[in-house]
């Protein structure tokens, strides 16, 4: 999940790719090659670092690998045809915002950096082209921000898979929901619904579009569904599967949280550190579908929890540099089917939104102000949140500094 693609030669010397249309392909470099070509790239598209008095938009990122967050002020470029600004209302922090500033997935990330892909807005300004949206409608957006809409992904309607656009992500090299404002193109920008509530509706964009998904995709109802991990992700799947007709086993090392659990709707509660529990869901009553959502490098044993032609599902993503480890033979001899899942497409975004909005599903959050964004971000980062940390931007941003919005 990079901007900027990379994979490792036999030489140990990293082949890099940055295209915008930008094009050239850069291969065998050194990273020191690399980050001269960083700097060398004109990046004014995703707007430029200014002084406060000419900033129209100000941000909490980092300036450096596992920086911490600082205020900057940037100016955003001229709106497109095809986009929409908007003043962000709320925005959700995820998890990966710290493996992209950790650089845990890998380098060649853009500093400064401005994370943040669950977003709730109110538009101010729509370009010429843009017929769906007008100023003053309620808009979310997740994780991503474009496509090709040519490549085979695009036309299967998989467009959160597209090769051909190496820019389609929310933020990295563009700026995130870690702002006090955002353009996007508006086929990537979604009606929130008037029922779900505004100040929990941020992480419905990432957390809830990564579990509906392929929940929707392998399951159905009577399915005996286990979700590993009751955290950010987990406690949205718990809802979702249970509102999707499946009979849910939450699975957790945690005993503190099988109240929680239950009342989340699941059916059965599993301590993953009570060895007589695990083994009666490895044994007797194992699972035709389950769903991690856990960062676990070693998945064996759960492995084992799948019955036979059974399928287990993969949300998390770890660090790179720690592969998943499992037995061969069981995934072999027993037919099980271990997968991925990328977060959603448009179509499955506005479908998680209609069923959380025809079910009144929405995710525990923590609320925090604008000056506390550090906090909440340390307290995600420690792994800490229930379940999800939210930012209540625009109510909270401290609008009598010196520092107004001008659009553009």
């Not at 300036?63 to 959700?92: C, N, S, W």
């Amino acid at each position: 999940m990079y901007a900027f693609f990379f994979f490792q030669a036999e030489d140990g010397i990293r082949d890099s790719v940055a295209s915008r249309g930008l094009g050239d392909v850069y291969k065998r470099q050194t990273q020191s090659t690399w980050d001269l070509y960083m700097k060398a790239v004109d990046y004014s598209f995703r707007g430029v670092v200014c002084p406060k008095e000419e900033a129209n938009n100000c941000c909490w990122g980092a300036t450096e690998k596992k920086g911490e967050l600082k205020r900057m002020y940037f100016k955003l470029p001229a709106i497109q045809e095809d986009e929409v600004r908007f003043k962000v209302l709320h925005t959700g922090l995820c998890h990966s915002d710290c493996f992209k500033i950790d650089e845990e997935w890998g380098p060649n990330v853009l500093f400064p950096l401005v994370p943040g892909h669950e977003i709730v807005g109110e538009i101010e300004k729509v370009g010429p082209k843009v017929k769906n949206f007008k100023p003053g409608d309620i808009v979310s957006v997740g994780c991503f921000r474009d496509c090709c809409g040519s490549c085979e992904y695009c036309r299967q309607g998989n467009d959160q898979l597209c090769c051909d656009n190496p820019l389609k992500l929310t933020y990295d090299p563009f700026l995130g929901g870690y702002s006090t404002h955002m353009q996007v193109k508006a086929s990537f920008v979604f009606h929130m619904p008037a029922s779900i509530p505004l100040s929990k509706a941020a992480p419905i964009m990432c957390a809830g579009v990564t579990v509906f998904s392929p929940l929707k995709r392998w399951g159905t109802p009577g399915t005996r569904c286990g979700i590993i991990g009751i955290g950010g992700l987990g406690h949205m799947a718990i809802q979702i599967a249970n509102k999707m007709g499946m009979n849910v086993v939450a699975i957790s090392t945690t005993p503190a949280k099988e109240k929680e659990a239950l009342l989340f709707g699941a059916k059965e509660f599993v301590c993953s550190k009570n060895e007589e529990q695990m083994k009666r869901i490895m044994t007797k009553e194992k699972l035709d579908l389950v769903l991690n959502t856990a960062y676990i490098h070693d998945i064996t044993n759960y492995m084992y929890t799948v019955k036979a032609g059974g399928i287990f599902i993969q949300t998390a993503a770890p660090e790179n540099d720690k592969p998943i480890i499992f037995n061969n033979l069981d995934l072999v001899a027993n037919q099980k089917i271990l997968t991925g899942t990328l977060v959603g497409s448009r179509t499955e975004v506005e479908q998680t939104l209609d069923f959380c909005d025809k079910f009144s599903i929405a995710p525990v959050v923590e609320n925090y102000t604008w000056a506390d964004f550090p906090k909440a971000y340390k307290r995600l980062h420690s792994a800490q949140a229930r379940y999800r940390c939210v930012v209540d931007v625009a109510s909270t941003f401290d609008k009598l500094q010196s520092f107004f919005i001008r659009l553009l």
